[in-house]
């Protein structure tokens, strides 16, 4: 355990000082393949993302919202299923200092951000997609979204670079 563990919260404690912080740390192979894992999920995640998001911006308008979005969001839950149980495990190995660090939840606060952007858009945007499904602009709510939904995952990738740095 690090010094922080002082002043972290107990369940920061526990979960590095438990079997699963141990295992990860101890582990030759488990923390570099649990990483690789993660960096993957993410990778699949924002790509997804950032081509839907794209698309609504106005960018490929040939093709139809409905049917790039049937394509791309299986791979973004599949991204984000490999990456949020990851990342928990990576937590694990240093608990108390990753999570006494801001930028740890300055990402955590990212997520939540661009959950709550996706659950928006379902919910409001796509409503009247017949309307702008293929060739005709999105309408300016659905492009707001898109922009907040780019930034917010975009400020999950370098809040969670810095994590290691600072």
């Not at 960018?59 to 984000?80: E, I, Y």
């Amino acid at each position: 355990m690090h010094d922080h563990g002082v002043d972290a919260p107990a369940l920061l404690v526990w979960l590095e000082a438990g079997a699963l912080g141990r295992m990860m740390r101890e582990s030759l192979w488990l923390y570099p393949s649990v990483e690789i894992l993660h960096i993957l999920g993410f990778a699949l995640l924002l790509t997804a993302v950032l081509l839907f998001d794209l698309r609504v911006l106005g960018r490929q308008s040939h093709l139809a919202v409905d049917d790039l979005g049937r394509l791309l969001l299986p791979a973004a839950w599949v991204g984000f299923g490999l990456a949020l149980p990851t990342g928990f495990l990576l937590l694990a190995t240093q608990a108390t200092a990753i999570g006494m660090q801001s930028v740890f939840w300055v990402k955590l606060g990212l997520i939540g951000l661009a959950g709550l952007n996706a659950l928006l858009f379902h919910r409001g945007c796509l409503r009247h997609l017949y309307r702008w499904n293929r060739a005709t602009p999105a309408p300016w709510r659905a492009q707001a979204v898109a922009v907040i939904s780019i930034a917010s995952w975009l400020g999950v990738l370098v809040s969670g670079r810095l994590i290691a740095y600072l």
